[in-house]
């Protein structure tokens, strides 16, 4: 399992790309070759592991020291599959290095010691340990940890699979209760689809795809066009994924890649067409108070639309239910780390110039923490703007994996004030704005004025976010063209041509630090679709980037997909406050349509709910404390934007930290935005200071 | 044959050491990890173990002198000791090293005192033992 691949993936697919490396059936060869880092201060202890593993035919490195380790891990993500570790160590207690590793880079970890009692037995298991092995380890013990791998890749792959194959409606109920859903929920509707893919290869090819070998599938404008032309030519009731691949012609592309893309297709039709019935949910969520749990409702709708993918909704919920435990767990400080949006600073201003700082920065960040994983290509068209994500206090800091998300686009636009601003643009540049209290009122006007710009301009998205927008922006801009990824960010803003409305998507791309343990990052995807246009569905692909974490980074990616609808999905990404290892999450990973996206979606699910539970909590205690007043007042300057935005959005719903930053803007489009219920609360509501309005009710 | 009566006389240190229960399972254990490209493989493990070890013993003693004595600095290394015992199938040495730990757990510093002593004669017998085994 790639212990090392980066948080997007999950581990799976380093094992299984390493087995397949040698050219074997996989099936064949593993466990051999399993990649196995060891870490033990007694150098007899180590020598003898080693040996036995080596007997076992697996690929052994050692380490004598924790810190050695962790520095291995991080340095070559995809390097390893799994970890064994002893407890007591000199220089790092044993399970904060399990815990850094969990966190980091979400690879199974095996604890040893010579000590067997009970308690100890038990800390490895709270701490996340997979197995516990007791010295003198036997080699029989060691033969078969290889199960650990592959359980977790297992579970990884799921995930991403129920973001890629969603079906409408399956999926939700699964995915919105569970808090751990990542694996609970994405059993239901995984298995299904997994069972379909008894074949290793797939799971390796998801698997890799996020890691390593295969390319993401990056679904660019003008490979979405090829695929709703051939759509077209079928007939959407007739469009099978083999004929659609067809019809394609496209080499490299599989029938997985258009199966989920069409999915999400699919989905985004009939949220189209089923608008009424979301505006429903909607206001029921906006309103609804925030439910310590996501509504399911919001994920669900999300998947819906298609927008989401099952895995984003995965994410979402796990986000969401982290959240509502956290409410406002928008860490702050998380936030301030990451910078992932910089809004935070005051400098986001909308001037371009800061707002191309910021999206320097972001990117900076985005490619900082990139992981390996993240396959930012997969954003294909979405170019999110780090900045744009920055700018949005994307609350959601997802961990790292942030798979592409080729639907949603979540874009978490934490701020309070940021409301006005950021929906704007007819587009909805999505990009969070995140106006830290400090006084960004910035944001709106930049939002505006880059609103303005989108309208009609598809290329920009302006995420309003101050300093996203500008950003975002000119990343958004791409939609056609940009393909950029942001390494690490996957929040490619892309504007499709011709689609004001932004669909972005925001990937959030969390490098965790190990001391940040929490901050994760995590792009909401939001598809702004615009009626706009339909623009190629292009821009959908969200991609999450894997998401690292890094307490200071945070990567949001705003993807604007220019969507045809205008439906903004709003995933929640929470942003947990790390203390101390609380850290947002945002799970709304949206993954890009294909099934590569998968992965990382579920990395940075199972990142974010167990992220999210532990941040979330925190943080919805410190929020509480934020007194709102600063948020409201630059709020309502921003009203007007905010309605205008609202107008051609729809409603958004920002979570606004306690410090009156938000953390969290989501944008919905007319359509119906699916959000977590939890998300959207109602003004008053101060626990999370989350506001969420509707187009009707937009508070002033 | 000399050869023949050298292998005759490992064999016979070999079989002693598990009947007096100084190596347990674990020995044998090494012994089948031990292969052409590593023959040496179980006398490198038993260098680096009585090295460490006897560093370990040291420690302790001295911690033991201390006033007052550090007892959880001591039983780290008990601990310590207990994993590599365990690990190269220190039978004996390892028993001494958990008695000790437990005497020590009851606070027992006296008693502890008295265990450490006995642990170091177990374990230098022991590497007494095995020492000449490894150079025949």
Redesign the interface.
């Known amino acids: 399992m790639n212990s090392s691949s980066g948080k997007s993936y999950m581990s799976t697919a380093s094992s299984s790309v390493l087995w397949k490396a040698g050219g074997d059936v996989v099936a064949d060869q593993f466990p051999a070759g399993l990649r196995v880092l060891v870490v033990d201060d007694d150098p007899t202890c180590l020598m003898i592991l080693e040996k036995m593993l080596k007997a076992c035919q697996y690929n052994v490195t050692k380490c004598n020291r924790a810190e050695t380790a962790l520095s291995m891990l991080r340095e070559n993500r995809n390097g390893f599959d799994i970890v064994i570790s002893d407890v007591h160590m000199p220089d790092m207690d044993g399970f904060k290095l399990l815990e850094h590793i969990g966190l980091e880079m979400d690879l199974p970890v095996i604890m040893m010691s010579a000590d067997d009692g009970k308690n100890v037995v038990m800390k490895g298991v709270t701490h996340g340990a997979c197995d516990y092995l007791i010295k003198p380890v036997r080699i029989e013990a060691l033969k078969n940890i290889w199960q650990h791998v592959v359980r977790k890749r297992k579970n990884e792959w799921k995930d991403f699979e129920q973001s890629g194959s969603v079906e409408e409606g399956d999926r939700q109920p699964k995915q919105s209760e569970d808090a751990d859903y990542s694996s609970s929920a994405n059993e239901g509707n995984w298995k299904s689809s997994k069972r379909r893919k008894d074949d290793e290869d797939e799971n390796d090819e998801r698997d890799d795809t996020s890691t390593l070998k295969k390319p993401r599938v990056v679904w660019s404008v003008e490979l979405h066009q090829q695929f709703v032309a051939a759509v077209n030519q079928l007939g959407i009731e007739k469009a099978v994924p083999k004929k659609i691949l067809e019809l394609m012609n496209v080499p490299g592309l599989t029938r997985e890649n258009v199966a989920s893309h069409l999915q999400k297709y699919r989905l985004y039709l009939r949220r189209l067409s089923g608008v009424s019935q979301h505006p429903s949910n909607l206001n029921n969520s906006f309103m609804n108070p925030q439910d310590a749990t996501f509504g399911p409702l919001d994920l669900q709708a999300l998947a819906a639309t298609g927008q989401l993918p099952a895995q984003s909704l995965a994410t979402l919920q796990a986000a969401g239910l982290g959240r509502s435990t956290a409410k406002s767990g928008i860490p702050m400080p998380l936030i301030d780390q990451r910078n992932i949006f910089s809004f935070e600073n005051p400098k986001l201003r909308f001037g371009e110039a800061q707002q191309q700082h910021v999206n320097n920065n972001k990117q900076m960040n985005l490619l900082h923490g990139i992981p390996t994983t993240m396959e930012p290509k997969q954003l294909a068209g979405l170019h999110h703007t780090a900045q744009s994500v920055g700018n949005m206090n994307m609350p959601v800091l997802s961990h790292g994996s942030q798979s592409s998300q080729n639907n949603p686009l979540l874009m978490q636009m934490a701020q309070p004030q940021a409301r006005g601003q950021m929906l704007n643009d007819s587009t909805v540049s999505l990009a969070p704005r995140l106006l830290s209290p400090r006084g960004q009122s910035m944001l709106s006007n930049g939002m505006a004025t880059n609103v303005s710009t989108r309208n009609g301009v598809p290329e920009n998205i302006r995420a309003p976010s101050y300093n996203p927008v500008s950003q975002t922006s000119s990343m958004l801009n791409f939609p056609m063209n940009h393909t950029s990824e942001l390494p690490g960010n996957s929040f490619p803003l892309v504007s499709t041509p011709g689609i004001s409305s932004l669909a972005p998507k925001v990937a959030f791309q969390e490098d965790v630090n190990s001391e940040v343990k929490g901050s994760v990052g995590f792009m909401p995807s939001y598809d702004i679709f615009n009626d706009l246009n339909q623009h190629k569905p292009q821009n959908w692909e969200l991609q999450n980037v894997g998401m690292m974490f890094n307490s200071s980074q945070h990567s949001n990616s705003l993807q604007g997909n220019h969507d045809h609808t205008q439906s903004i999905l709003v995933q929640q990404g929470f942003l947990s406050g790390q203390n101390r290892n609380s850290t947002v999450i945002s799970k709304p990973m949206f993954l890009a349509g294909d099934s590569t996206g998968h992965v990382n979606a579920q990395n940075s699910n199972q990142h974010l709910n167990s992220l999210l539970d532990n941040t979330v909590r925190v943080k919805s205690e410190r929020v509480a404390d934020a007194a709102p007043a600063n948020l409201y007042p630059d709020h309502f300057g921003q009203e007007d934007l905010m309605s205008a935005l609202l107008k051609q959005v729809g409603s958004f719903f920002s979570l606004y930290d306690t410090d009156g930053d938000i953390i969290l803007l989501i944008l919905t489009s007319k359509f119906p935005i699916f959000l977590q219920q939890d998300i959207i609360a109602p003004a008053e509501n101060n626990d999370f200071d989350f506001d969420g309005y509707s187009i009707d009710n937009i508070p002033v | 044959m000399e050869s023949k009566h050298v292998h005759q006389q490992i064999a016979a240190m070999r079989q002693s050491f598990f009947d007096e229960e100084v190596l347990d399972e ?1 020995f044998s ?2 012994e089948q ?1 031990e292969g052409k490209d ?1 023959p040496n ?1 179980v006398e ?2 038993f260098t ?2 009585f090295r ?1 070890s006897t560093a370990f013993l040291e420690t302790i003693e001295q911690a033991m002198k201390t006033i007052p004595i550090d007892s959880i600095k001591v039983d ?1 290394i008990l ?2 000791l ?3 015992s ?4 220190a039978n004996k040495v390892l028993k001494e090293v958990n008695k000790t730990r437990q005497v020590l757990g009851k606070g027992n510093l006296e008693g502890t005192k008295a265990g450490i002593l006995e642990l170091r004669k177990e374990y230098d017998s022991f590497k007494a033992k095995l020492e000449p085994y490894f150079q025949v």
């Open positions: 674990k254990q090494l990890l590593n493989f490198e493990v680096m173990y460490d780290n601990h310590q207990k994993g590599s365990a690990s190269v199938g």
